[in-house]
């Protein structure tokens, strides 16, 4: 969804740095969500945001944390990224006033850490 | 935790052939949510199911969702090359976020 954008699409890094990651969003939510995904294991909600003032942990928050900056942005970071973090990381976004949690995915980042 | 399992989590089926996917709960939920993820891509919104017992269509695509609202099922009829990628169901417990499942992979051979 064009209106969920992710940067970077993709990023390659070493053990031991800190990187982030960059969601923004047009589409005027108030919920926004970090899931990463890995082959088999599906999607896993890493942190989740209702709104400015709000932070959630997710299933698997260990080794990232996240930033909500304004209603559309939110991004991750990983303080000192480690090989089993590379994965592909999405987020997306939810519009609470609408009664459902039907979520809106960004095109994805790509991670490797070597 | 609350848990979402989905079997199989690969299908190959040839043109034509039909397709299920079926998505089981841990726990009562109040949706449950289908999304479809085609290679390369990311996950798109495909239908929600709210009452116990729903049947939705669309084309042919046939989504249900179980009597006590733990289960889920998504049919496809006749395969086409275009319905290639991985579709994930998510359950909702009124908690504020989803649960996927770990998606079926359907691949289809022309």
């Known amino acids: 969804d064009a209106d969920v954008t992710q940067t970077p699409r993709n990023r390659i890094t070493k053990t031991g740095k800190r990187i982030m990651l960059e969601c923004s969003q047009t589409?005027?939510?108030?919920?926004m969500y970090w899931y990463r995904q890995d082959p088999g294991l599906g999607l896993q909600l890493i942190y989740y945001?209702?709104?400015?003032?709000?932070?959630n942990k997710g299933e698997i928050s260990d080794g990232y944390s996240v930033s909500r900056q304004a209603q559309a942005k939110f991004s991750l970071s990983l303080e000192s990224a480690i090989p089993n973090q590379t994965a592909l990381y999405f987020c997306a976004t939810s519009d609470a006033s609408l009664g459902t949690d039907t979520q809106y995915f960004g095109p994805g980042t790509r991670l490797t850490v070597l | 935790g609350q848990q979402v399992m989905q079997i199989p989590q690969y299908q190959h089926v040839q043109e034509g052939e039909d397709f299920t996917t079926y998505c089981n709960s841990s726990?009562?939920?109040?949706?449950i949510q289908w999304y479809k993820q085609r290679p390369g891509g990311h996950p798109v919104f495909l239908i929600q199911?709210?009452?116990?017992?729903e049947v939705k269509k669309q084309k042919r695509l046939t989504f249900q969702f179980g009597e006590a609202k733990k289960n889920s099922s998504l049919h496809i009829t006749a395969t086409q090359t275009t319905d290639v990628g991985t579709y994930f169901c998510?359950?909702?417990?009124?908690?504020?976020?989803?649960?996927f499942g770990q998606g079926t992979e359907l691949s289809v051979k022309p």
């Open positions: 998510a359950g909702d417990n009124q908690g504020g976020k989803l649960i």
């Open positions: 726990t009562t939920l109040s949706n």
């Open positions: 589409k005027g939510h108030d919920r």
């Open positions: 199911l709210v009452k116990s017992g």
């Open positions: 945001s209702f709104d400015v003032k709000d932070i």
